[in-house]
């Protein structure tokens, strides 16, 4: 399906009437809840899923999108769900995995999904000690045990220029130092 025609014009028009609403949503977000809606407009009216165009309306799937966004930010900013549990700027932890990353990137020749994995499980990890420090099971995490604020001294000594981490235009000389760049295309 996603290889037609239609198909292509559909998430184009629906992408443009998401701009008017002024609601920004990734392409395959967009791809995804089409495909599904016109699989089930086939298969509840008994048609080919080139017959289900004929009912497929940019606009109103475009609204539909925009309102389910809408509801899902009222709904997840009243019980604090889906906001991000951002550690204070200054972190020794976010400093550590910030600062590894431009050697990810040279160790792994550019791998940026390499990279971004490196990245989610240490912050994976970073957020299971922080979230569970009284936790019994958690096995030995070193010299700090299940003292986080020890744990955080102990990093600040192994990276002691921890802020410099914090500067956008200094990681982006260390990314560019590692040989790469990132643009957007």
């Given at each position: 399906?996603?290889?037609?025609?239609?198909?292509?014009?559909?998430?184009?028009?629906?992408?443009?009437?998401?701009?008017?609403?002024?609601?920004?949503l990734?392409?395959?977000?967009?791809?995804?809840?089409?495909?599904?809606?016109?699989?089930?407009?086939?298969?509840?009216?008994?048609?080919?899923?080139?017959s289900?165009?004929?009912?497929?309306?940019?606009?109103?799937?475009?609204?539909?999108?925009a309102?389910?966004l809408?509801?899902?930010?009222?709904?997840?900013?009243?019980?604090?769900?889906?906001?991000?549990?951002?550690?204070?700027?200054?972190?020794?932890?976010?400093?550590?995995?910030?600062?590894?990353?431009?050697?990810?990137?040279?160790?792994?020749?550019?791998?940026?999904?390499?990279v971004?994995?490196?990245?989610?499980?240490?912050?994976?990890?970073?957020?299971?000690i922080?979230?569970?420090?009284?936790?019994?099971?958690?096995?030995?995490?070193?010299?700090?045990?299940?003292?986080?604020?020890?744990?955080?001294?102990?990093?600040?000594e192994?990276?002691?220029?921890?802020?410099?981490?914090?500067?956008?235009?200094?990681?982006?000389?260390?990314?560019?130092?590692?040989?790469?760049?990132?643009?957007?295309?």
């Amino acid at each position: 399906m996603r290889n037609t025609k239609a198909f292509k014009e559909a998430v184009a028009q629906t992408l443009t009437e998401l701009a008017h609403l002024g609601v920004t949503l990734a392409p395959a977000t967009v791809e995804d809840t089409i495909e599904k809606n016109i699989s089930t407009v086939a298969e509840r009216l008994g048609i080919q899923v080139r017959s289900a165009w004929r009912y497929f309306d940019a606009k109103a799937t475009a609204g539909r999108l925009a309102q389910s966004l809408s509801s899902y930010e009222e709904s997840s900013n009243e019980k604090g769900v889906g906001q991000a549990p951002m550690p204070p700027v200054g972190n020794p932890e976010l400093a550590l995995v910030l600062a590894g990353v431009p050697d990810s990137l040279a160790q792994t020749g550019g791998d940026l999904y390499a990279v971004i994995v490196n990245v989610a499980v240490n912050a994976w990890m970073a957020g299971h000690i922080h979230g569970e420090d009284g936790c019994t099971g958690c096995g030995d995490r070193g010299p700090a045990g299940h003292d986080w604020e020890a744990r955080m001294r102990s990093i600040t000594e192994v990276q002691p220029n921890i802020t410099r981490w914090f500067d956008r235009d200094v990681w982006t000389a260390a990314v560019n130092d590692a040989g790469f760049t990132v643009t957007r295309r």
